[in-house]
């Protein structure tokens, strides 16, 4: 079902898959596996599925969901949503046709902003002239380095309505960040147990290269053991852009 988010830049989340499996550094410290774990200790029926907890960890394992498919018509307001914020709708396990289905609920509630974040950029320009592209619906890539700027590219090559960067946990400097048909950029420290310290020039250069670019920029956090800890000023202020707010 769909639940009140408190991820600063959406209002709710949907997840009609849940669980994934690592595919790079930023996954390492995963608050949703995390969360999967207390959920499963809870009780809550989907995160009971273990599959192979050596790649997935416990209540991890890669699950579709589609008794929630139809949770979006029951919202009685419009609202912006993040999709799957416990898994990736673009994981090779999650079949095109189920993606198919996700995006024709998207397409059929108009009222609502559908956010999709993905690790795996190549799967989605890969498929993407498969989809019907609704213009409600963002599609993000995380970029947590310098390492994965490749997954901006394929993004590129994605025709949604508005294409956004989360660069969360930002592990490093983004050198060579190339913005031409990004809308959006969120970027946030690592909170929790071991997170790892994100330095303020790798921050600032993102937020920089937005503002040449008069791309909208959102600064979720500088994260730590809770992810308030750090606070959400850079620079003095707080930045809380929407795409919505930038021509294109």
């Known amino acids: 079902m769909g639940e009140r988010s408190g991820i600063e830049w959406t209002e709710a989340t949907w997840n009609p898959t849940t669980g994934c499996d690592r595919v790079s550094a930023g ?13 499963k200790a809870m009780g809550a029926a ?15 394992d890669l699950t579709l969901h589609p008794d929630v498919l139809r949770t979006p018509y ?3 307001s419009p609202r912006t949503v993040f999709v799957d914020s416990m898994s990736d709708l673009f994981h ?22 559908y956010q999709v974040l993905t690790k795996r950029a190549r799967r989605v320009r890969r498929v993407a002239d498969r989809l019907e592209w609704p213009p409600n619906v963002w599609m993000g890539v995380s970029v947590e380095s310098t390492e994965e ?11 949604a309505a508005v294409r956004f960067l989360s660069c969360e946990p930002l592990l490093g400097p983004l050198n060579g960040l190339e913005l031409d048909g ?6 946030g420290g690592e909170s929790g147990p071991g997170h790892r310290p994100m330095e303020a020039s790798w921050v600032r250069d993102v937020r920089d290269a937005c503002l040449q670019k008069e791309v909208a920029f959102f600064f979720k956090q500088w994260g730590g053991h809770t992810p308030k800890a750090g606070g959400r000023l850079l620079d003095g202020r707080t930045w809380d852009q929407l795409p919505l707010l930038v021509s294109a």
């Open 92 to 113: 090779a396990r999650v079949p095109l046709d189920f993606v198919r289905r996700v995006f024709a609920v998207m397409a059929d509630t108009p009222q609502h902003t």
């Open 74 to 76: 029951g919202w009685r």
């Open 182 to 187: 990004i809308r959006w950029v969120i970027a």
């Open 149 to 159: 700027l490749g997954r901006v590219e394929d993004l590129r090559a994605v025709p």
């Open 46 to 60: 989907k995160y009971q599925n273990d599959g192979d907890s050596r790649t997935s960890g416990p209540g991890f």
């Open 27 to 39: 996954c390492d410290n995963c608050y949703a596996l995390t969360l999967a774990k207390r959920l």
